[in-house]
């Protein structure tokens, strides 16, 4: 989309009702656009009014020990205040969903909460809720060779925060520690950037 939009425009507002099968990566490529101020996002001031799948509006807005907290609850948070407007019942398009449609509305944040690149921070929200159930700490596990355990005691060391915590009771806070803290791991030993757990 690069091109697409006047920089000069103050203010952009994107509305879109999204097909169910490609809202999910497109938010995804939205909010790595803004991190980078790339393409509708090279003002900063671009909102979002979307639709999406009831679910997946719940799992965007999901707040600390919600249920529905997840990767993408992190990632929009993190870079956008992210509204969940009102719920469209199926009922009301032609032909009719299977299931009712969330209005979410985004407004990027001027800072990013967690002060570490897109790449970071989708790497270790990713690995943590690979086990959503489990403590937190094995979730951390997987940012880490297997014969390199003493990396993983550093960012509960570093962080603070209780390994025995599952990652849906992980504020926006606790992620920023722990990305932080990973990115410096990395710049100690730069090979751990490169691994990946499967």
Not at 2 to 22: A, H, Q, R, W, Y
Not at 74 to 83: G, H, L, P, S, W
Not at 143 to 163: A, S
């Amino acid at each position: 989309m690069d091109g697409m939009f006047p920089t000069e425009l103050s203010k952009v507002d994107i509305i879109g009702n999204l097909p169910f099968n490609v809202s999910t990566p497109l938010i995804i490529k939205w909010l790595q656009d803004l991190s980078t101020g790339d393409g509708a996002f090279s003002n900063r001031n671009t909102r979002l009014t979307l639709t999406f799948q009831k679910e997946v509006g719940e799992r965007l807005t999901a707040d600390v020990g919600d249920p529905q907290r997840s990767r993408l609850s992190i990632m929009a948070q993190n870079f956008c205040e992210v509204k969940h407007c009102f719920t469209i019942p199926h009922t009301a398009f032609v032909p009719k969903p299977e299931v009712d449609v969330a209005v979410v509305h985004f407004i990027p944040r001027t800072n990013s909460i967690i002060p570490c690149s897109f790449k970071v921070i989708e790497k270790v929200v990713k690995c943590l809720f690979q086990y959503r159930q489990k403590y937190c700490k094995r979730g951390v596990e997987l940012l880490f060779p297997f014969d390199q355990p003493e990396l993983v005691n550093d960012v509960f060391d570093y962080t603070g925060i209780d390994p025995s915590t599952t990652p849906m009771w992980l504020t926006m806070e606790d992620f920023s520690r722990i990305c932080q803290v990973y990115t410096s791991i990395c710049q100690r030993y730069p090979a751990i950037r490169y691994y990946e757990y499967r």
